[in-house]
């Protein structure tokens, strides 16, 4: 495994930044202390600009090659997500409710750890914009800083993110051209009847039965309005009425996800959610109202990027150790905005067996941080090399 040697000697140091970002996690924009660590790195490092307060706390820095040419884009997501950590670890979370439960604590490392050798060799030509982002998990903060021009701003020509996989081989990096994660809408519904007690259903308007037929009428769409070999997910996730056994409420709500990859199925699925809410609604005698937020689009990596990218990757971790044609997955990335803006490629990087991201005992695995920082200065490196 062709790990860089200056990044082999302070990987202990990214493990210490990667300890010390775990213990304070922070929720979407609100990334300011870790922003703050990462600027004080950026600074250690001699980074020859950095910009901050960039939707909201997001950092870009920039460090320059030898000589002319473009500029590469690379990002690292900050925050964390809203859970109670358990994974006993000595250094875990001490925000109360809130965990680095899907790695971006290490996700920034590997960034930092790129950068402090970019900016110690200078070995490419152009610049490369280190992109330390917010609000991936809630907030789409990657489209925010593309709304606020960072492509056009230090002039990026394409840009790479990584993300670490959970249950794949460690030090593994994978991919695949074209769509590689979903598109992600979120429905909710709000049901409204006429309350009342429970032993005179007769004098009621029942928005729970209601409800049971909503939620049974949503699982046609996808067997019986939807063409079977075009991936599609819609999951109910939440029904939320009632207060006791002997009261028929007023209301209910409903909540869901849809994911995909094609706009025609997205319109298809808003269509006949609506069609379902209102014909449920004239079938019980209740009033039902959709809400229907389409959030991040589909992450799409560029063909010619991903090849790049995978090259470069066989040379980091070797042949054996990629994956470029792996399937898509029906999870969702708010790099998908950067990827719209710029061409370019979104991997994966396996850390071994252990809990999934999202779950309360998840932890980044250390060991593949160096792997990481070496497989995004070689994208540099290689892309950009010095004449």
């Known amino acids: 495994m062709a790990v860089i040697n200056r990044i082999a000697d302070y990987a202990p140091e990214m493990t210490a930044w990667r300890r010390h970002l775990h213990q304070m996690p922070e929720l979407g924009f609100n990334c300011h202390k870790t922003a703050a660590f990462v600027v004080e790195k950026l600074k250690e490092f001699g980074a020859d600009e950095i910009h ?7 950092v870009v820095a920039i460090i320059n090659g030898t000589g002319g040419g473009p500029t590469m884009g690379l990002r690292a997501d900050m925050d964390a997500l809203p859970i109670k950590e358990a994974t006993g670890a000595e250094y875990a979370s001490q925000v109360e409710g809130a965990m680095h439960a ?3 604590d290490g996700h920034t490392t590997m960034l930092l750890g790129a950068a402090r050798y970019l900016a110690e060799t200078r070995n490419f030509a152009g610049r490369v914009a280190l992109i330390f982002q917010p609000a991936e998990e809630d907030g789409g903060g990657a489209g925010v800083m593309v709304k606020e021009g960072i492509m056009e701003r230090f002039d990026i020509a394409r840009v790479f ?4 996989a959970p249950n794949v081989p460690e030090g593994h990096l994978v991919t695949t051209p074209g769509p590689i994660m979903a598109a992600v809408d979120t429905f909710t519904i709000n ?11 007769h004098s009621c308007v029942d928005p729970v039965v209601a409800s049971c037929g909503i939620v049974t009428a949503i699982q046609t769409i996808l067997s019986r309005n939807h063409h079977a070999l075009n991936d599609l997910v819609v999951s109910v996730t939440q029904i939320h009425t009632g207060s006791a056994e002997n009261i028929i409420p007023d209301t209910a709500y409903i909540n869901g996800t849809v994911r995909s990859f094609d706009p025609d199925v997205q319109n298809m699925v808003e269509r006949r959610l609506t069609e379902i809410v209102q014909g449920q609604a004239i079938a019980y005698g209740v ?3 959709l809400d229907y937020f389409r959030d991040y689009p589909p992450t799409v990596n560029d063909a010619a ?5 995978a090259d470069v990757a066989r040379d980091v971790v070797g042949n054996a150790q990629v994956d470029d044609s792996i399937d898509r997955e029906m999870g969702a990335e708010d790099f998908a905005y950067m990827l719209q803006a710029r061409p370019g490629a979104y991997l994966f990087l396996g850390q071994g067996d252990g809990p999934v991201c999202h779950h309360p005992a998840f932890d980044f695995n250390d060991e593949i941080a160096p792997i990481g920082a070496s497989y995004f200065v070689r994208l540099v490196e290689t892309g950009q090399p010095r004449t």
């Open 52 to 58: 901050e307060g960039i939707a909201t706390s997001g």
């Open 102 to 104: 899907c790695g971006h």
């Open 161 to 164: 993110a990584l993300h670490n």
């Open 191 to 201: 049901v409204k009847g006429k309350g009342g007690h429970a032993a005179q259903p």
């Open 287 to 289: 009033e039902a109202e």
């Open 305 to 309: 990027q991903t090849a790049f990218a």
